[in-house]
């Protein structure tokens, strides 16, 4: 670890450096494989609102070589039930307030039992976790899409897939290790894996809202402002509702972003336009595209400012990435 003092993530008050977040990770860890006898490819689901608790639980599944599951505390407890039901999942890390969504016959595991005293200050059995074999063609995590069809997909993304797409978006320049960025996605979107998981493998500090912030927004760029954030990734709608916040409290501009990355919904010239208003010189606004089989995004465009344009392109390929363009046959065809 190079910078063990260096701040990992921080909600509010509460905060970790990265030689904390490691031991806590490692705690979790060990409690995962002597209690629960977690196995490398166990599918482990976590049912959580943001917060510490939240990133110690999805990197100490990583470390054990578990599958990482969110589950949104927002859903009704049948739809729970159905997923750790779909994924055989032997069991869900929970927290106090979301223990309640799950009956007895689902073995769970409250996280915030890592800051008692008796569990905090276990030993931290190296030897133990380094015996763990994570290849890179294992499963990182699965993230459900919506569900309209009436059944939720599942989809499994390797271990490959996550750093490949990480890495590519780090050559870029979209984040680095000099970045703060902020966590807002909901645990339901699989962006938010990259928020938390990319942030932390390329050395950034993650900024955590609680939970609900993002619809506070007078919270939301405070936040911002206060803490320097310089990487914003968010969806369209979001960035409409935030300038509209933005113009109605005569707030200037958002001088701390470097790179804001919209994506998930089609974007319009007039909302970017309208954004590099409130932006500095020196800060880009990123279109990225990609559903959630590709591993988050998979083309990306810078958009430049006051680009005469009728709509905003996808972009290319990032870097380890191909796109082919198919016909409704399926076959792979070129446009002229």
């Given at each position: 670890m190079?910078?063990?003092q260096?701040l990992?993530?921080e909600?509010?008050?509460q905060?970790?450096?990265?030689a904390?977040?490691l031991?806590?990770?490692?705690?979790?860890?060990?409690?995962?494989?002597n209690?629960y006898?977690v196995l490398?490819?166990d599918?482990?689901?976590?049912?959580?609102?943001?917060?510490?608790?939240?990133v110690?639980?999805?990197?100490?599944?990583?470390?054990v070589?578990g599958?990482?599951c969110?589950?949104?505390?927002?859903?009704?407890?049948?739809?729970?039930?159905?997923?750790t039901?779909q994924t055989q999942?032997?069991l869900v890390l929970?927290?106090?307030?979301?223990?309640v969504?799950?009956?007895?016959?689902?073995v769970s595991c409250n996280i915030?039992l890592?800051?008692?005293i008796g569990?905090?200050?276990?030993?931290?059995i190296?030897?133990r976790?380094?015996?763990?074999?994570?290849?890179?063609?294992?499963?990182?995590?699965?993230?459900?899409?919506?569900?309209?069809?009436?059944?939720s997909?599942g989809?499994?993304?390797?271990?490959?897939n996550?750093?490949?797409?990480?890495?590519s978006?780090?050559r870029?320049?979209?984040?680095?290790?000099?970045?703060t960025?902020i966590?807002?996605?909901?645990c339901?979107?699989?962006v938010?894996?990259q928020?938390i998981?990319?942030?932390?493998i390329?050395?950034?500090?993650i900024?955590?809202?609680?939970p609900?912030?993002?619809?506070d927004l007078?919270y939301?760029?405070?936040?911002l402002?206060?803490?320097q954030?310089?990487?914003?990734?968010?969806v369209?709608?979001?960035?409409s509702i935030?300038?509209?916040?933005?113009?109605?409290?005569n707030?200037?501009n958002?001088?701390?972003l470097r790179?804001?990355?919209?994506?998930?919904e089609?974007s319009?010239v007039q909302?970017?336009?309208k954004?590099y208003t409130?932006?500095l010189?020196?800060?880009?606004?990123?279109?990225?595209?990609?559903p959630a089989e590709?591993?988050?995004d998979?083309?990306?465009?810078?958009i430049g400012?006051?680009q005469?344009?009728?709509s905003?392109?996808?972009?290319r390929?990032?870097?380890?990435y191909?796109?082919?363009?198919?016909n409704?046959y399926?076959?792979?065809s070129?446009?002229?």
């Amino acid at each position: 670890m190079k910078h063990p003092q260096k701040l990992a993530v921080e909600l509010d008050e509460q905060s970790l450096t990265y030689a904390e977040l490691l031991y806590y990770v490692q705690v979790l860890s060990l409690i995962l494989l002597n209690e629960y006898y977690v196995l490398p490819g166990d599918v482990i689901c976590q049912c959580v609102e943001r917060s510490l608790s939240m990133v110690i639980g999805i990197m100490a599944i990583e470390m054990v070589g578990g599958v990482y599951c969110p589950l949104s505390p927002r859903d009704p407890q049948r739809r729970l039930h159905a997923l750790t039901q779909q994924t055989q999942s032997r069991l869900v890390l929970v927290q106090h307030s979301t223990t309640v969504k799950f009956s007895s016959e689902i073995v769970s595991c409250n996280i915030d039992l890592i800051w008692t005293i008796g569990l905090s200050n276990r030993s931290i059995i190296i030897d133990r976790l380094s015996d763990i074999v994570v290849a890179v063609d294992n499963i990182a995590y699965i993230v459900f899409n919506s569900g309209l069809t009436g059944t939720s997909k599942g989809v499994q993304i390797r271990h490959r897939n996550l750093l490949s797409c990480i890495h590519s978006l780090v050559r870029w320049h979209l984040f680095t290790n000099k970045d703060t960025m902020i966590q807002m996605a909901s645990c339901s979107y699989d962006v938010h894996t990259q928020e938390i998981i990319g942030a932390l493998i390329t050395g950034s500090t993650i900024i955590m809202l609680r939970p609900q912030g993002n619809m506070d927004l007078e919270y939301m760029t405070k936040t911002l402002t206060e803490k320097q954030v310089s990487y914003l990734q968010c969806v369209p709608a979001y960035v409409s509702i935030l300038l509209e916040f933005l113009q109605s409290h005569n707030i200037p501009n958002l001088s701390s972003l470097r790179n804001v990355d919209i994506g998930g919904e089609t974007s319009t010239v007039q909302l970017i336009d309208k954004l590099y208003t409130y932006l500095l010189q020196d800060c880009s606004v990123w279109n990225t595209y990609g559903p959630a089989e590709t591993t988050v995004d998979c083309t990306g465009y810078v958009i430049g400012r006051n680009q005469n344009m009728i709509s905003i392109p996808i972009g290319r390929p990032l870097p380890n990435y191909r796109c082919i363009t198919m016909n409704e046959y399926v076959q792979s065809s070129v446009i002229g």
